[in-house]
């Protein structure tokens, strides 16, 4: 038999289990904050166009971009508080106002309140400004006429006040250039437009009413041969070859016709560059007897050309700039370097 426990208070310490939980290599934490939204934001997601105009019955983009500002212009008003109007504005505002058929204006209006009367256009918009976006077509090249596109708006925007524009009121900057006719719409106007022979080359800006697209055209140089430093030729015992070099603009393409107006000289084509030609001219040989081949009855060791020695033949260099462009003419003369059966001089009469 087990003896009685002592007097006095027992305690004691039992343990079921014991759990280890060895922790993990990563933990995924967060950061909590209080924030506090705004108690206004606008509810709508699609903003819906209602007409300006309770005759209107055709849209144009100008109105639905016009609708779209009003719209901005509104969000901003719609921040302002009671506490901000003046004092005179606080008498009427808030206000609302309907496309209701016109009835007699309220009043009489006191003294402070008489710059707050509702004018009779409050129900129109405002037409949007001119703006051009692109141009496209072309191109615009010296002494020729070509078409091109102009994309925009509000170019005959519906407002009968405002009124179409006419074509005369698109202009190309410097001068030289010339809007002469073309059709327009609201959102676009094809234009014809001639380019006078010395207009300078490079780009140009278009303006239409106040708005000014910068340097969307550009006048390209009209392939031309402008000048030639031969005049004349020199006809010898052998034949020639000499150069001519022909300076002008945009002659990369340039071709030299063959024929030269006589049998004796012809042209060929050596190089060309934008502003340079370079062209040989081969000279065939005038051929005189030696002295003692004299015609019968005629003096000795007078000379005799078979065929005769030339003097003062007309030749014409004729180029082509370009395919499609007109051709350039140089006139040049043919004289013969032979006199008394040798070279120099002014040959006599057979």
């Not at 006095?8 to 990563?26: F, K, M, Q, R, Y």
């Not at 002494?143 to 102009?150: E, F, L, T």
């Not at 073309?182 to 708005?211: E, F, M």
Request: aromatic content about 4%; some cysteine.
């Amino acid at each position: 038999m087990a003896l009685a426990p002592p007097a006095g208070t027992l305690c004691g310490l039992l343990l079921a289990d014991w759990v280890e939980v060895i922790p993990n290599s990563s933990e995924i934490t967060g950061l909590t904050y209080h924030y506090a939204g705004p108690d206004a934001q606008a509810p709508q997601s699609i903003l819906l166009a209602v007409p300006a105009s309770p005759g209107m019955t055709v849209w144009t983009y100008g109105d639905l971009v016009n609708t779209v500002a009003s719209a901005r212009d509104l969000a901003h008003v719609r921040g302002v508080d009671y506490e901000d109007l003046p004092a005179a504005a606080r008498q009427v505002l808030p206000a609302a106002y309907f496309a209701n058929p016109p009835v007699p204006p309220p009043g009489p209006w006191s003294p402070a309140l008489a710059d707050l009367s509702v004018p009779g256009s409050y129900l129109s918009q405002a037409v949007g400004g001119i703006e051009i976006s692109s141009v496209s077509g072309g191109p615009l090249e010296q002494a020729k006429s070509a078409q091109i596109v102009v994309a925009g708006t509000n170019f005959a925007p519906t407002a009968v006040s405002a009124g179409q524009l006419p074509p005369s009121a698109f202009s190309v900057s410097g001068s030289g250039v010339t809007v002469t006719s073309g059709t327009v719409s609201n959102t676009q106007a094809t234009l014809t437009v001639a380019v006078d022979p010395q207009a300078a080359p490079g780009p140009r800006s278009l303006t239409a009413g106040t708005y000014t697209l910068a340097n969307c055209l550009t006048i390209a140089p009209q392939p031309r041969a402008i000048s030639c430093d031969t005049t004349k030729l020199s006809q010898g015992s052998a034949a020639i070859t000499q150069l001519i070099m022909v300076t002008g603009q945009a002659m990369t393409q340039a071709t030299v016709a063959s024929a030269s107006g006589s049998a004796l000289v012809t042209w060929h084509l050596a190089s060309a560059s934008a502003s340079e030609l370079t062209i040989t001219a081969t000279i065939a040989a005038a051929y005189v007897s030696p002295p003692g081949d004299e015609p019968v009855g005629g003096p000795v060791d007078k000379p005799v050309g078979v065929p005769p020695v030339h003097f003062g033949v007309a030749l014409t260099l004729t180029i082509q700039p370009a395919p499609g462009e007109p051709a350039n003419t140089f006139p040049i003369t043919l004289d013969s370097m032979i006199t008394n059966g040798a070279p120099g001089g002014a040959a006599e009469e057979g």
